[in-house]
């Protein structure tokens, strides 16, 4: 019977994710995607390693190892960074040292491996720190799945170095036998749930809109409202003013109803900072921008589901939401209630 090793197995399943986003669109040729490529080629040459002896996987697996946690910090730093993003090829250089490494220093790779792993864990530990609404770029439907898939790929660094830290002391120490199926097991985890985190958040974050020409040159809506934005103000006043703005945008133009809107594309609506706009909500209202949108949202679909007879899933997508799970949660967390169950006791109340 044909026994295929493990590590092939999971490169094959990270391909068909990779293709699956790409035939979604999600983020064509960004981040995202090319995180889950690498993800792919190092499980490849990871069983080419370890299942088929093949001695320059060796050479190759430490620079993807260092590369790794560089793009996974650089793509989920874009889910704030979006319109002001920040270069990649600083991110590029630990690689280039394990690579250097590789070649002059073979015995400095792991613990120059373990303090990268660290390092990127703990600054998207500190990028996590600041809360799902710090993604800006992301839907708000989407904020805690692709925040809970930060948290996943962070911790994941730690414990990955931490693990290859204890594997050395082992082959240090003893003969090595458990090290090499300790190693292969925590990497292909790493892998494996690592790339589909990374799947979850690049699906969460919607293509960039475009304005027209501005000067010659094509702008993100992102970028515009930067440039448009008024300088901040904490006084009382000016919340109240951007307050009154989100009001007038969501009873007026009825944003809240677009499925793919970003604390980012508010910004360039309203023409004002996300920032400030985060900052004034929390002040009035104590609760962040995404639960303020999701009550328009739950508020349309509680006036259709007594108005109309349409189903709970088209008043779901009518009113803006684009999962069923986050709609559940946060019409109970509003109302008190279940969707249906707030149809039946207005049925009733007829």
């Known amino acids: 019977m044909l026994s295929i090793p493990l590590s092939f197995v999971v490169s094959f399943i990270l391909c068909l994710i990779l293709v699956r986003m790409i035939r979604h669109g999600a983020e064509k040729f960004g981040l995202f995607p090319l995180l889950v490529a690498v993800f792919a080629v190092q499980a490849t040459v990871s069983g080419l390693n370890w299942d088929m002896g093949w001695r320059p996987a060796r050479m190759i697996q430490p620079?993807?190892?260092?590369?790794?946690?560089?793009?996974?910090?650089?793509?989920?730093?874009?889910?704030?960074?979006?319109?002001?993003?920040?270069?990649l090829w600083p991110h590029l250089?630990?690689?280039?040292?394990?690579?250097?490494?590789?070649?002059f220093r073979g015995e400095a790779i792991d613990p120059a491996l373990f303090v990268i792993c660290i390092g990127?864990?703990?600054?998207?530990?500190?990028?996590?720190?600041?809360?799902?609404?710090?993604?800006?770029?992301?839907?708000?439907?989407?904020?805690?799945?692709?925040?809970?898939?930060?948290?996943?790929?962070?911790?994941?660094?730690?414990?990955?170095?931490?693990?290859?830290?204890?594997?050395?002391?082992d082959l240090f120490l003893g003969n090595g036998d458990r090290a090499r199926t300790l190693l292969v097991a925590a990497k292909l985890l790493w892998l494996g749930v690592a790339g589909y985190a990374a799947t979850v958040a690049g699906d969460s974050r919607p293509e960039?809109?475009?304005?027209?020409?501005?000067?010659?040159?094509?702008?993100?809506?992102?970028?515009?409202?930067?440039?448009?934005?008024?300088?901040?103000?904490?006084?009382?006043?000016?919340?109240?003013?951007?307050?009154?703005?989100?009001?007038?945008?969501?009873?007026?133009k009825q944003l809240y109803r677009d499925?793919?809107?970003?604390?980012?594309?508010?910004?360039?609506?309203?023409?004002?900072?996300?920032?400030?706009?985060?900052?004034?909500?929390?002040?009035?209202?104590?609760?962040?921008?995404?639960?303020?949108?999701?009550?328009?949202?739950?508020?349309?679909?509680?006036?259709?589901?007594?108005?109309?007879?349409?189903?709970?899933?088209?008043?779901?997508?009518?009113?803006g939401f684009g999962t069923k799970s986050n709609f559940n949660r946060e019409f109970l967390r509003v109302t008190g209630m279940t969707p249906s169950a707030y149809r039946r006791a207005g049925s009733r109340g007829h």
Do not use: C, W
């Open 259 to 319: 499925p793919d809107l970003t604390l980012e594309r508010l910004a360039r609506r309203a023409g004002i900072p996300a920032r400030q706009i985060s900052a004034a909500l929390n002040r009035i209202h104590g609760r962040n921008v995404s639960q303020v949108v999701n009550e328009y949202r739950v508020r349309d679909a509680q006036r259709r589901l007594k108005e109309t007879d349409d189903t709970v899933t088209v008043v779901m997508l009518e009113a």
């Open 63 to 87: 620079v993807l190892a260092a590369l790794l946690p560089a793009l996974s910090f650089v793509a989920f730093d874009r889910l704030r960074h979006h319109a002001r993003a920040r270069p």
């Open 120 to 169: 990127y864990g703990v600054a998207l530990l500190a990028v996590a720190r600041h809360g799902p609404s710090a993604l800006s770029a992301v839907r708000f439907s989407d904020e805690r799945t692709a925040y809970r898939a930060l948290l996943a790929i962070a911790a994941l660094l730690i414990v990955t170095a931490v693990g290859d830290a204890a594997i050395s002391v």
């Open 208 to 252: 960039p809109e475009v304005e027209a020409d501005v000067g010659g040159e094509r702008r993100t809506a992102e970028e515009a409202a930067l440039s448009a934005a008024p300088p901040d103000d904490d006084t009382a006043e000016a919340d109240a003013a951007v307050v009154g703005r989100i009001e007038a945008l969501m009873a007026e």
């Open 93 to 103: 250089l630990p690689a280039g040292l394990i690579a250097l490494l590789v070649a």
